[in-house]
Each structure stands twice: as C-alpha cells, then as structure tokens.
Nanobody, 124 residues
Framework: QVQLVESGGASVQAGGSLRLSCVAS????????LAWFREGPAKEREGVAA????????YYSTSVKGRFTISQDIAESTVHLEMTSLKPEDTALYLC?????????????????WGRGTQVTVSS
C-alpha cells in the first residue's frame, strides 16, 4: 500500500522560495510518474510538475515552467518540488501523486495514490 506524506508548505512573500517534499512509502520507483498537483478554493486540481521515474524526464505546466523544479531521490523514496520566484497566484494546496506505467502526466485519473497536501500561501 502506497502512502504519500507531503511537507514544506508555508506562508511566504512574493518572490520567495520554498521546497516541498513528498515521501512515497511503498511506491516502486522506476515505472511511472510522480507528480505535484495544486488546488485552491476557486480552482480545480491542476498539474504543476511531474517526473517519469524511469528516465528522470520532467514536465511542467506553462504557469510554473522556469520557476519550479521537480526531482526524485530514489534512495529516500522522496520527490521534491523546488519553487522559486513565487507569486500570489501560486497560493494553493499542493498534493503529491504517484502512478504506474505510461500515460499523460497531467491527467488526474492516471494517478493511483494521493497525499493529503501541504498549504502554500504567497502574499504580495
């Protein structure tokens, strides 16, 4: 059984940085996507970034490309999201998700396991 636990969310000023982490217990790295999604009170769940565990290929939404970096640490069963140049519109609950096999990284339905999320609040 896969369990995902996120950490690192906080309240920061615009322009600041944060590093989110997600420990993926029970997940077999090397055969699927690990991803970060976000959702807010007025926003549906949105794919932010993903990494394909087998080859380290990374994918980003247009809104965060160039500012966020996703990485995996297989030895620690962890996926990280480095967030820089944060903007108020980045404010959301950030959730970690993992899946197996091929698919479209931004498709919510691809992922079999989800964490509960960590809150990021960016003030102007």
């Amino acid at each position: 059984q896969v369990q995902l636990v996120e950490s690192g969310g906080a309240s920061v000023q615009a322009g600041g940085s944060l590093r989110l982490s997600c420990v993926a217990s029970g997940y077999s790295f090397g055969n699927g996507f690990l991803a970060w999604f976000r959702e807010g009170p007025a926003k549906e769940r949105e794919g932010v970034a993903a990494i394909y565990s087998r080859n380290d290929y990374t994918y980003y939404s247009t809104s965060v490309k160039g500012r966020f970096t996703i990485s995996q640490d297989i030895a620690e069963s962890t996926v990280h999201l480095e967030m820089t140049s944060l903007k108020p519109e980045d404010t959301a609950l950030y959730l970690c998700a993992v899946g197996y096999g091929s698919g479209r990284w931004s498709n919510v339905g691809y992922y079999q396991s989800w964490g509960r999320g960590t809150q990021v609040t960016v003030s102007s």
